[in-house]
């Protein structure tokens, strides 16, 4: 009974420090997965083993592909309420270390405290995906959803439901803005990874000298005053992984990646043995990785391990139908702060910008349009310059004129007449109407016979211009 009595207290205590710990984890919101953190880190004080790794049984790595070079392991079976959410609780120790009958004891309660940890992350991750999660803040996604028409997102739309089937890598290509982290999102929440973390890393904003703790974590007191935490690698465990911008990373920083993308496996720093991780990579670049290897700034067994599986996110002057349909989205998303139309004059230079900045650029324009327009509509004039362009060079000065359709026609005609070297054929063409049309249009007399006579367009006279303008009527009604 002497003998017995201390390890009774031994247990509460231990029992009452672990729970302690998963308290404080609960109260951090921020991140779900520092709550199966607390509980793998409190473990390793209380059972003499090397690692505990805490998992859900649908990854792909059996639970002997966590045993350390040198160590032995155990997996123990983490009860689920139902046969889709066991996990398993894997541990590995030095062989010369002596589990006792109560480090075992231990070891089988805490997988059903294990079991716990892991409900409270999925019911988490599924109130943050449904917005409801007390204190949480509302997530930017920086683009709208997959919204257009155009064939070009129909086939995006049909690749990604193809893709998200598979665990295989993919790697996205498109200029900046055109959605690749949203286009990513997407393929996790299709997957059958959906209700596991999905973890982004700006690969651009890496630190050189905290790459190896940022991305594989860092052991307990590997230096002074330095506690041990989990790296993205680990954070995204069940999960996907998301490599934005995978392009700028250093030649250093791409040979530090390859052995943990290929193998699946990190080592923390201050580590002695490797820990596997059930994670998707998708990888995602604005620059053609193919000629960054051709030039020597990106590792080519980097980029065979990322292609294969390309996916390229159209840009959004390539379906600039679309145009309208985000523009409108993005009213629609600030209909509580201010309820504003497009003009037909804004919506058609929406559609005649070429858009660098892609969706991106779209959406902080709408910003800027709801946040300065005095009206309830978005007129031409509440467009920046850029975007109001050669649209409003074009068009400004007919409409500060007043000019008739046949006016605005004729001087259209003559422009383009000019820009096919003179050839009327060509301009036909060019124009989409007849021989005589094109004849009507020039013979017509715009107000300004000294500007046009200046310029060498031709002038008629009153009397002609009457008979002309007649039979170009007549021309276009039996054109149309």
Known sequence: MTAHAPRQRERRQAFGDLLAALTRGLDRRSDVSLLRGAFEEMLRKLVPVRTVHLREIAGRWSSQGAATAGAESIALEVPGPDTASTGVLEATFDPGARLGEWDF????????????????????????????????????????????????????????????????????????????????????????????????????ALVETLLEAELFGIEERTATGVRGRRGKFEHADGGTLFLDEVSDLSLSAQAKLLRSIQDLAIERVGGHGTRRVDIRIIAATNRSLSEMVDRGLFRPDLFYRLSGVDIRVPTLRERRPDVLELANYFLERHRATNPLLLSAAAAEALLAYAWPGNVRELERLMERAVTLASTHVIELDDLPAIVRGDYSAALGPSLQRNDTMRAWGSRYARLILDRCGGNKREACRVLGISYHTLQAYLRFSLDEPTAMAAAGWPVTSPRAEAAESEAAACVGVADV
């Open 105 to 204: 004891q231990m070891l089988g309660l805490a997988t059903h405290i294990g079991a716990f940890v892991l409900e409270i992350e999925r019911n988490r991750l599924q109130l943050a995906r449904a917005g409801a999660l007390v204190g949480a803040r509302p997530k930017r996604d920086g683009a709208a959803p997959l919204i257009g028409s155009t064939a070009a997102m129909q086939t995006l739309r049909a690749t990604i439901e193809r893709v998200s089937h598979t665990d295989f890598t993919v790697l996205l290509e498109g200029e900046s803005g055109v959605g690749k982290e949203l286009v990513a999102h997407q393929v996790h929440d299709l997957s059958r990874r959906c209700h596991g973390p999905f973890v982004a890393i700006n690969c651009a």
